[in-house]
T-cell receptor, first 111, second 115 residues
């Protein structure tokens, strides 16, 4: 069974640009969550999607958005990038609503 | 405010010994608590989940306890091996009946097992 995949794995952008990250969950998993991980703040919850609906949202500005497609694949978008958005962005999928299966992450660097 | 605390200092132990990691939380009433392992450059990997009505859970060399009175979970690795060296994260789900997954993670504790 294939794991959670994320693309791209690495990304370099400049301030003010926008970026879209993609996540394909494990087959059969309908819940997809996104997290931001930085050395200073650790792992922080961004949002969760279930059946194409945002079910939970963390405490991040509106520049961070996401969506989920009918095949459960998900994308997250960050607009007007800031230096502080440099981080590892992790996607996780879940079937049971408890244990989460994480992808390898997308390393975003904002210059 | 809600807070989850793990020892930010690395834990260094000798191979074969038992490693014990601590997770303390405040202002939470979690339905369950989870432990994850994370290796450098990789996403976290789920290890164990323990519910609020469970005192202890085991899986092979791993044991987790959950004391809702002390608001603390202990994570034990017995007969530790160098391959157990990683960062271990605890995570809480608030279980606020909104359904879904909204985990809040602690900062993690780095474990180093020396041969």
């Amino acid at each position: 069974k294939a794991g959670v995949t994320q693309t791209p794995r690495y990304l370099i952008k400049t301030r003010g640009q926008q970026v879209t990250l993609s996540c394909s969950p494990i087959s059969g998993h309908r819940s997809v969550s996104w997290y931001q991980q930085t050395p200073g703040q650790g792992l922080q919850f961004l949002f969760e999607y279930f059946s194409e609906t945002q079910r939970n949202k963390g405490n991040f500005p509106g520049r961070f958005s996401g969506r989920q497609f009918s095949n459960s694949r998900s994308e997250m978008n960050v607009s007007t990038l800031e230096l502080g958005d440099s981080a590892l962005y992790l996607c996780a999928s879940s079937k049971t609503g408890s244990e989460q299966f994480f992808g390898p992450g997308t390393r975003l660097t904002v210059l | 405010s809600q807070k989850i605390e793990q020892n930010s200092e690395a834990l260094n132990i000798q191979e074969g010994k038992t490693a014990t990691l601590t997770c303390n939380y405040t202002n939470y009433s979690p339905a369950y608590l989870q432990w994850y392992r994370q290796d450098p450059g990789r996403g976290p990997v789920f290890l164990l989940l323990i519910r609020e009505n469970e005192k202890e859970k085991r899986k092979e060399r791993l044991k987790v306890t959950f004391d809702t009175t002390l608001k603390q979970s202990l994570f034990h690795i017995t007969a530790s091996q160098p391959a157990d060296s990683a960062t271990y994260l605890c995570a809480l789900e608030s279980g606020n009946n909104n359904a879904g997954n909204m985990l809040t993670f602690g900062g993690g504790t780095r474990l180093m097992v020396k041969p």
